[in-house]
Nanobody, 118 residues
């Protein structure tokens, strides 16, 4: 099971942008779907974006049109480009494998904190 390490978070003003990275310890080529999740204080963790091996994507309504997920199978990295950030986007962001999360067979990494504030 590959280990996933998130990075790229930080403090940004409303309307700003950030690019998150998720580096895998091994090949992600065989993983059909990769996803980015987030958990805001006092809220449940939610899936915000997912991407298939072939590049098909799906987004939560709250981020559609502002966030873009991508993956580099050769570099074993998944990215989340976040534009037009809002205070409501403040959360810890995690990457993971949705199918394995649903099956209860994946643990969570430390995530990366994104804070949107003026």
């Amino acid at each position: 099971q590959v280990q996933l390490v998130e990075s790229g978070g930080g403090l940004v003003q409303p309307g700003g942008s950030l690019r998150l990275s998720c580096a895998a310890s091994g090949s992600i080529f065989s993983i059909d779907v990769m996803g980015w999740y987030r958990q805001a204080p006092g809220k449940q963790r939610e899936l915000v974006a997912a991407i298939t091996r072939g590049g098909s994507t799906v987004y939560a309504d709250s981020v559609k049109g502002r966030f873009t997920i991508s993956r580099d199978n050769a570099d074993n990295t998944v990215y989340l480009q976040m534009n037009s950030l809002k205070p409501d986007d403040t959360a810890v962001y995690y990457c993971n494998v949705p199918r394995e999360v649903a099956a209860g067979s994946r643990s969570w990494g430390q995530g990366t904190q994104v804070t949107v504030s003026s």
